[in-house]
């Protein structure tokens, strides 16, 4: 089962399982690495001003951008190692075939959350790319850039849920 803490080593799960697992890690270990990224942002806007009396222009921006993407390359990492939100006052009293189906339910509807997000990332960042808009503030850069994350995170909250769904099909065992 590809869940809390796991792996996602398991040799005898599917190409498809074993991969997403390994792509949804992957990006929870860019998220971690962007938290050090935002701090090392943080820290020196914070000297530039006090220290040296100049105010760092992008920081506020770039540090914005840096944790929307932080979250949404994260969350699929969390959703894989069951740490996300969920409803165990429900799902810690239904046992065997109904814990299955609950769990598939769950699933399905962090699917159908994810493909909605994912298209409209994608129509935005088609519509930005086609228009030429940029962002405001003291650091224009074209506007799909920062909202690129959103699409990739959107995905790969989509594959998690496909990857989950397909390992409760294969295993058939309550989660």
Do not use: C
Request: net charge positive; charged share 15%.
């Amino acid at each position: 089962m590809i869940s809390q803490g796991d792996s996602g080593a398991d040799d005898r799960a599917p190409l498809f399982l074993r991969a997403t697992g390994f792509v949804v890690r992957f990006f929870g270990a860019v998220s971690a690495a962007l938290l050090l990224v935002v701090f090392a942002v943080v820290i020196y806007a914070v000297a530039q001003r006090y220290f040296f009396g100049r105010p760092l222009l992008w920081g506020d921006e770039t540090t914005g951008w840096l944790l929307i993407a932080m979250i949404l390359f994260g969350a699929a990492e969390a959703y894989r190692q069951n740490d996300h939100i969920a409803m165990d006052i429900v799902s810690s009293r239904v046992k065997g075939r109904g814990a299955i189906l609950l769990r598939a339910l769950f699933d399905l509807a962090v699917l159908a959350v994810a493909v909605v997000i994912a298209v409209s990332a994608w129509e935005a960042i088609a519509f930005a790319r086609s228009f030429g808009s940029y962002t405001t503030g003291n650091f224009p850069i074209p506007s799909w850039i920062p909202q690129t994350p959103l699409l990739v995170g959107s995905v790969l909250l989509a594959l998690m849920a496909l990857a989950r769904l397909g390992d409760l099909a294969l295993r058939r065992t309550a989660p």
